[in-house]
């Protein structure tokens, strides 16, 4: 099964990208699947990250980039939501002085802080209660693609997407770093943290290997991953 996490880094750039769960069949509408366009986007944030240009622009860039080798542009497909989407992080250190853009529901522990993007946490819970209530007749794919139709909408989420506009609506935010280490966490290794904090992140990665835990909405495993930049 391939891995819809992609983490990388140049440089003192870092990013982790957490590709959501496919439910149009990407690879038979674009060619590409989620997996490929997450590592495909993750190599072209190496290409176009510099000091010149905020992290908005660097990301845009690299989202464009992909559009140009994936042959995709706004007149064969503007219901963006029905290809691949992604949460991310993507930090930029200088010294101590860190600055960041979140989208989506990737963690950052940095400072003792934990740091995310509240604002899909609706439309997850939204997910579970339609899932365990449904009364209309649904099965799980049509309310999960219902709930995906709402991505990047006014009252729908945001969400990273091949639409470089997306980026727009991330989150930005800079601070002074404190700590000895940044971490970035896909929402899937979050999960198995946040309930196992006093384990440390190599006995977290060697449990995370040998659990068979399936996700409560999509029905298998996650994708975990984590980059920890120590300083």
């Known amino acids: 099964m391939e891995n819809e996490d992609a983490v990388g880094n140049v440089e003192n750039y870092f990013w982790i990208i957490d590709g959501a769960t496919d ?3 990407s690879k038979k509408s674009i060619g590409y699947s989620v997996s490929e366009i997450t590592h495909l986007l993750s190599e072209k944030l190496k290409v176009y990250c510099n000091e010149k240009e905020s992290l908005k622009t660097i990301f845009q ?4 980039e992909v559009r140009n080798i994936i042959g995709l542009n706004d007149s064969n497909h503007e219901e ?3 290809l691949p989407t992604f949460a991310f992080i993507i930090a930029r250190l200088s010294q ?12 950052m522990l940095v400072n003792d802080e934990q740091l995310t993007d509240h604002r899909v946490d609706r439309l997850f819970d939204l997910g579970k209660n339609e899932i365990e209530n449904s ?3 649904l099965n799980k794919k049509e309310i999960l693609q219902k709930i995906r139709g709402l991505a990047n909408k006014e009252k729908g989420y945001w969400i990273g997407s091949l639409d470089d506009s997306s980026i727009e609506h991330a989150l930005y935010g800079n601070l002074e770093v404190t700590g000895d280490k940044i971490v970035l966490m896909s929402d899937g290794f979050y999960d198995y943290y946040s309930q ?15 659990s068979t835990e399936l996700d409560p909405i999509y029905g298998k495993k996650d994708d975990a991953s984590i980059l920890v930049v120590e300083l």
């Not at 860039?61 to 464009?64: C, D, E, L, R, V």
């Not at 101590?96 to 963690?107: A, F, H, M, Q, S």
């Not at 196992?196 to 040998?210: G, P």
């Open 23 to 25: 439910l149009y069949d």
């Open 61 to 64: 860039n690299a989202i464009k």
């Open 80 to 82: 963006y939501y029905k």
């Open 96 to 107: 101590r002085k860190l600055e960041y853009l979140i989208l989506g529901d990737c963690v």
């Open 135 to 137: 009364k209309k007749g």
């Open 196 to 210: 196992n904090t006093t384990k440390s992140f190599e006995e977290l990665i060697a449990m995370r290997k040998q």
